[in-house]
């Protein structure tokens, strides 16, 4: 028969591993609630893997190739991706649900063959057209990139980052980076996310950098304005992948940098939802935490009516 120290020692170990769970489960929590956060929050998301472009969320928000040749399917980032000449483009009609009143994170892998001589190189550019003429379109949020000057060649290498939107209260407001964080021949993740209380902010693999406003405000308060339509690469020389649209502020420990798990998520063909499998290891430590106080009981009465 066990004596009561041995008792004991088995019962402090018991609350051990119980204590042990209970630090594990919140901070389980946490790190999947992040994740699902950001899945849940994502309004739109292209993989480019072929050219019909679904968006992967299962949502129709098809992309419609434009332009003569139209974009060209070559190896991305992650799978396949859309080479863009300058010329051509991808174009999205605007559905209600790609609408974001307020906050908004605009992300994509780029990788710039070459800098096109106007200043707005497009990644992402969500418009409101008034009429059929393109001069009546107006750029209400997205991301671009702004050739530097020449080199000594005649050639320019870098480019600046640059994020808008345009809200009903303060229309037009812009941000730059201040130097040139754009190169060519490399694969870059770049992001535009607009905060409400800390404003708009630029990315450039998933570190903040530095920027100046080159119109209107850094925090405007306003609602952003509904487009009509989404355009990808134009006048661009570039290949995209991946771009995202999400109705939040994301922090970049959920954009889509390294790590690929929002991207094979949005691919699985078995939706189980985007908290089941949170609730299920949630589940199962509460059970198991369950069951270690049950024998934290146990052992506790054993111990006293062996004393």
């Not at 010329?87 to 892998?109: D, G, K, M, Q, R």
Request: aromatic share 12%; net charge negative; hydrophobic share 45%.
């Amino acid at each position: 028969m066990l004596g009561g120290k041995t008792l004991r020692n088995k019962m402090y170990a018991t609350l051990f591993l119980a204590v042990i769970l209970t630090g594990i489960l919140p901070l389980t929590y946490m790190k999947f609630a992040n994740a699902d956060e950001s899945l849940y929050k994502t309004v739109a998301f292209w993989h480019f893997d072929q050219l019909y472009t679904p968006d992967a969320t299962g949502k129709d928000n098809v992309g419609i190739l434009g332009g003569s040749p139209p974009p060209t399917m070559i190896e991305g980032r992650f799978g396949k991706a859309l080479d863009f000449d300058g010329e051509n483009f991808v174009y999205v009609p605007f559905n209600p649900n790609l609408y974001t009143e307020y906050e908004i994170t605009i992300e994509a892998w780029i990788y710039v063959k070459a800098f096109k001589n106007v200043t707005y190189n497009n990644i992402i550019v969500i418009c409101h057209s008034a009429g059929l003429a393109w001069q009546t379109a107006t750029r209400i949020c997205g991301l671009a990139i702004t050739p530097a000057a020449t080199d000594v060649n005649n050639e320019t290498q870098f480019g600046f980052l640059r994020g808008y939107i345009y809200t009903d209260k303060e229309h037009f407001n812009e941000i730059i980076t201040i130097e040139p964080v754009i190169c060519l021949g490399k694969w870059i993740h770049v992001a535009f996310v607009r905060n409400l209380v800390t404003g708009m902010h630029l990315y450039v693999n998933g570190q903040e950098r530095e920027t100046k406003v080159t119109w209107g405000m850094r925090n405007p308060t306003g609602r952003m304005i509904m487009g009509t339509e989404i355009y990808f690469g134009h006048d661009a020389e570039i290949i995209i992948d991946e771009p995202r649209i999400c109705n939040t502020a994301l922090n970049p420990s959920q954009f889509i940098l390294e790590s690929a798990d929002a991207i094979i998520a949005s691919r699985t063909e078995i939706d189980i939802g985007p908290n089941l499998m949170m609730a299920i290891i949630i589940a199962a430590l509460i059970f198991a935490a369950a069951w270690l106080l049950r024998r934290i009981v146990q052992t506790w009465g054993m111990t006293r009516s062996s004393g």
